[in-house]
């Protein structure tokens, strides 16, 4: 399995910007569908993004869709989260996530093999 260090989260107001980074432990992150997932206070883990392997297809939740850009850049093994527009509910650890295949199974958080530790992301009103 890959090992995934997430970072990049904070405390910002609403209507703002955060960018997370995952970096990847190994050479062969080109290999896996990347997913973000989050998980609120009290709640179910819930689909963010995903991409696959080489970065031609992206899937968003419809919360975030328009607001939210996940990127990936392979020669540096690392996958993003631009978030923009942010909202209250959008407070959240956020997780990334690796798998194999991109399908409709990047949309399901059980379907993940390897996950990151967490980052916090609190947006104020």
């Known amino acids: 399995q890959v090992q995934l260090v997430e970072s990049g989260g904070g405390v910002v107001q609403a209507g703002g910007s955060v960018r997370l980074s995952c970096a990847a432990s190994?050479?062969?992150?080109?290999?896996?569908?990347m997913g973000w997932v989050r998980q609120a206070p009290g709640k179910e883990r819930e689909f963010v993004a995903a991409?696959?392997?080489?970065?031609?297809?992206?899937a968003y939740a419809d919360s975030v869709k328009g607001r939210f850009t996940v990127s990936r850049d392979n020669a540096k093994n690392t996958v993003y989260l631009q978030m923009n527009s942010l909202k209250p509910e959008d407070t959240a650890v956020y997780y990334c996530?690796?798998?194999?295949?991109?399908?409709?199974?990047?949309?399901?958080?059980?379907?993940?093999?390897?996950w990151g530790q967490g980052t916090q992301v609190t947006v104020s009103s």
């Open positions: 996530a690796a798998r194999g295949f991109f399908n409709n199974n990047v949309r399901t958080p059980n379907k993940y093999d390897s």
């Open positions: 190994e050479g062969t992150f080109s290999s896996y569908s």
């Open positions: 991409i696959s392997k080489l970065g031609f297809s992206t």
